[in-house]
């Protein structure tokens, strides 16, 4: 089993930064990749980025190039830089971790408590 813990959610101004964090502990090796997903509130919950093997990245339109997601394999830690952000933005975001495979996700993942982002206009 893999553990996910995220942190780094806040308030924050409008236009202004956060970093958030997703640790990885457990069976890490059954993992070659990992995301950010957001979900508002009464919304579905949507993809942001991802990054896997040989620092492959994806982006969802709505962040591309505000947001910037990277990774430290030897802490097993997954980053989303989020810059000029936007009241949109709000939302709880979650880690994902799993495998892909030709840019496609395997059905077994996982995925962390969440942590809140709040935006104020």
């Known amino acids: 089993q893999v553990q996910l813990v995220e942190s780094g959610g806040g308030l924050v101004q409008a236009g202004g930064s956060l970093r958030l964090s997703c640790a990885a502990s457990?069976?890490?090796?059954?993992?070659?990749?990992m995301g950010w997903y957001r979900q508002a509130p009464g919304k579905q919950r949507m993809f942001v980025a991802s990054?896997?093997?040989?620092?492959?990245?994806h982006y969802a339109d709505f962040v591309m190039g505000r947001f910037t997601i990277s990774r430290d394999n030897a802490k097993n830690t997954v980053y989303l830089q989020m810059n000029s952000l936007k009241p949109e933005d709000t939302a709880v975001y979650f880690c994902?971790?799993?495998?892909?495979?030709?840019?496609?996700?395997?059905?077994?993942?996982?995925w962390g408590q969440g942590t809140q982002v709040t935006v104020s206009s």
């Open positions: 457990g069976n890490i090796f059954s993992i070659n990749a």
């Open positions: 990054v896997a093997d040989g620092n492959t990245t």
């Open positions: 994902r971790a799993g495998r892909k495979y030709a840019g496609i996700w395997s059905p077994d993942d996982y």
